[in-house]
């Protein structure tokens, strides 16, 4: 037996030390999810408490086959998804159905200059709008497809599309800011 299926085993015996070992294993890395979702580190930190607590209630629903952390991540990402649905008081996505928008597949990725801190990159991240930021984090880092993440939100794979870009567009408008202040200097 593994380590993390030994792991596994002490959690489903509801040992607090193997509880605790999972908890500071996965934390930092569940963490960094977190922050991606949430708008500030207090509701990373809120998202995280609620989605261990899923974690260690739906562990025998783990099958052991596939990757735990994996299993873990999805977890983590739906819970944060859920929160968002639940305590978002306006719609997350504007609807691009009845508008006029061009919508191109353009390879336009984001790059990160490596002078950039991560810290104020996930800074750019969380600033986004909420539906930017959903769909920007599921596409990205999830690496969801279109199709997906509608089936996902219940939207359409367009205005998918849509946010993403916006997203992107935001982003790469406030790098270019970060760039112009840091030139001047």
């Given at each position: 037996m593994n380590?993390e299926?030994?792991?596994?085993?002490?959690?489903l015996?509801g040992?607090?030390?193997a509880q605790?070992?999972?908890?500071q294993?996965?934390?930092p890395?569940?963490y960094?999810?977190c922050?991606?979702?949430?708008?500030?580190?207090?509701?990373?930190?809120?998202?995280?408490?609620?989605?261990?607590?899923?974690?260690?209630?739906?562990l025998?629903?783990?099958?052991?086959?596939?990757?735990?952390e994996?299993?873990?991540?999805?977890?983590?990402?739906?819970n944060?998804?859920?929160?968002?649905r639940a305590?978002v008081?306006?719609?997350?996505?504007?609807s691009?159905?009845d508008?006029?928008?061009?919508?191109?597949?353009?390879n336009?990725?984001?790059?990160?200059d490596?002078?950039?801190?991560?810290?104020?990159?996930?800074?750019?991240?969380?600033?986004?709008?909420?539906?930017y930021?959903i769909i920007?984090?599921?596409y990205?880092?999830?690496?969801?497809?279109?199709?997906?993440?509608?089936e996902?939100l219940?939207i359409?794979?367009n205005?998918?599309?849509t946010q993403l870009?916006?997203?992107?567009?935001?982003?790469r408008?406030?790098?270019a800011?970060?760039t112009?202040?840091s030139?001047?200097?």
């Amino acid at each position: 037996m593994n380590e993390e299926a030994k792991l596994i085993e002490g959690c489903l015996a509801g040992k607090r030390k193997a509880q605790s070992e999972l908890y500071q294993r996965f934390a930092p890395r569940l963490y960094g999810i977190c922050l991606r979702y949430a708008s500030g580190r207090a509701e990373a930190e809120d998202l995280l408490q609620e989605g261990f607590i899923k974690i260690f209630s739906s562990l025998q629903s783990y099958s052991g086959t596939g990757s735990f952390e994996g299993w873990m991540r999805r977890i983590i990402v739906n819970n944060s998804l859920n929160y968002i649905r639940a305590h978002v008081n306006r719609p997350l996505f504007s609807s691009i159905e009845d508008q006029d928008v061009q919508i191109t597949e353009e390879n336009d990725s984001v790059t990160v200059d490596a002078g950039i801190p991560v810290e104020a990159m996930l800074a750019l991240v969380q600033q986004l709008p909420d539906g930017y930021r959903i769909i920007f984090n599921l596409y990205v880092f999830e690496d969801y497809s279109h199709k997906q993440i509608a089936e996902e939100l219940s939207i359409s794979e367009n205005t998918s599309k849509t946010q993403l870009m916006r997203a992107r567009a935001a982003l790469r408008k406030q790098l270019a800011l970060i760039t112009e202040k840091s030139e001047v200097k």
